[in-house]
């Protein structure tokens, strides 16, 4: 089965920028993929979303205008460029896969079936 690994997470002031990295251990093109956070004490919550070719992506309103997600299939990778950051945005990051072939592109954790191991980020005031 498919891994991932995120990079790029670190310590960031408020306005500032990262650039969040998911490598898959095999071919990602035929899957959406996603990008969720988790605050301490919160609910996971969808982020960012990209169809499997590119073409679509999705992002929740408090982060739409400030982060770009994409992809790169024959590199088995999708980022999560952060701009704006705020210290709202402090989370632990996960790229997730729906390895649903082909389908619709879908914000629900519970629709994402592969799982990183998380990249901490934290925004300071």
């Known amino acids: 089965q498919v891994q991932l690994v995120e990079s790029g997470g670190g310590l960031v002031q408020a306005g500032g920028s990262l650039r969040l990295s998911c490598t898959a251990s095999?071919?990602?093109?035929?899957?959406?993929m996603g990008w969720f956070r988790q605050a301490p004490g919160k609910e996971r919550e969808f982020v960012a979303a990209?169809?499997?070719?590119?073409?679509?992506?999705y992002y929740a309103d408090s982060v739409k205008g400030r982060f770009t997600i994409s992809r790169d299939n024959a590199k088995n990778t999708v980022y999560l460029q952060m701009n704006s950051l705020k210290p709202e945005d402090t989370a632990v990051y996960y790229c997730a896969a729906d390895l649903s072939h082909l389908a619709p592109v879908r914000v629900q954790v519970a629709r994402y079936d592969v799982w990183g191991q998380g990249t901490q980020v934290t925004v300071s005031s």
């Open positions: 990209i169809s499997w070719s590119g073409g679509s992506t």
């Open positions: 095999a071919r990602t093109s035929s899957y959406n």
